[in-house]
């Protein structure tokens, strides 16, 4: 079974660029998950996704940030303008995500590194 | 802000011995869940406990949930090199559906 594919792996940037990181779910996978990860700490959740629909995005920075789910398969999430704090991992995750309060485990994908200079 | 605390933040041992991380939390949590996380494979489910029960077990892992005193420890047994990693606790809240809040992490070394 294919993993959660991310792609680039790796970025940099200047602030006040824009960039977009692209993520493609396990198949079937329901909900997807972006998370932020700064080094140094755990992962925290920007935006969540059950099919093509926002769950959760009460911590996504909205003036910056954005993210999609167009079709209810793969997802991409935008910074605009970057700033030096966005330095860090940013990680995509699916599950099977049947109902609101599933405990399904989430599987994560490898990471887009992103450093802002 | 963070809903989990691991505890010890760093932890090293010699191969053949047992580790042992802990997790505090603050809130009512539906299950906790424990990953870990290294350079070669990314960040990895491990067990996931719920909120009903008391002690799991997945082959050299033990996890114990104790709700009253919002806690959980992650026991490895027999500990081998590659499981030189961070380990983080996620908690699963009542009011949160799915999300998942992860602590900061305990970074264990296993030394040959």
């Known amino acids: 079974e294919a993993g959660v594919a991310q792609s680039p792996r790796y970025k940099i940037i200047e602030k006040r660029q824009s960039v977009a990181f692209w993520c493609n779910p396990i198949?079937?996978?329901?909900?997807l998950y972006w998370y932020q990860q700064i080094l140094g700490q755990g992962p925290k959740l920007l935006i969540q996704?059950?099919?093509?629909?926002?769950?959760?995005d009460s911590q996504l920075p909205k003036d910056r940030f954005s993210a999609e789910r167009l079709k209810g398969v793969d997802s991409t999430l935008k910074i605009q303008p970057a700033k030096l704090e966005d330095s860090a991992v940013y990680l995509c995750?699916?599950?099977?995500?049947?109902?609101?309060?599933?405990?399904?485990?989430?599987?994560f994908g490898p990471g887009t590194r992103l450093t802002v200079l | 802000s963070q809903q989990g605390e691991e505890d010890p933040q760093a932890l090293s041992i010699q191969e053949g011995e047992n580790a042992t991380m802990n997790c505090s939390y603050k809130?009512?949590?539906?299950?906790l869940q424990w990953y870990r996380q290294n350079s070669g494979r990314g960040l990895v489910h491990l067990i996931l406990?719920?909120?009903?029960?008391r002690e799991k077990h997945s082959g050299r892992l033990r996890v114990t949930l104790d709700t009253s005193k919002k806690s959980s420890s992650l026991l490895i047994t027999a500990s081998r090199a590659a499981d030189t990693a961070s380990y983080f606790c996620?908690?699963?809240?009542?009011?949160?559906?799915?999300?998942?809040?992860f602590g900061e992490g305990t970074q264990l070394t296993v030394n040959p």
């Open positions: 996620a908690t699963g809240g009542e009011t949160s559906g799915s999300r998942l809040t």
């Open positions: 995750a699916s599950s099977l995500g049947r109902g609101w309060s599933s405990y399904n485990e989430q599987f």
């Open positions: 406990i719920r909120s009903n029960e």
């Open positions: 809130t009512s949590i539906n299950n």
């Open positions: 996704f059950q099919n093509n629909g926002v769950v959760d």
């Open positions: 198949s079937g996978h329901a909900t």
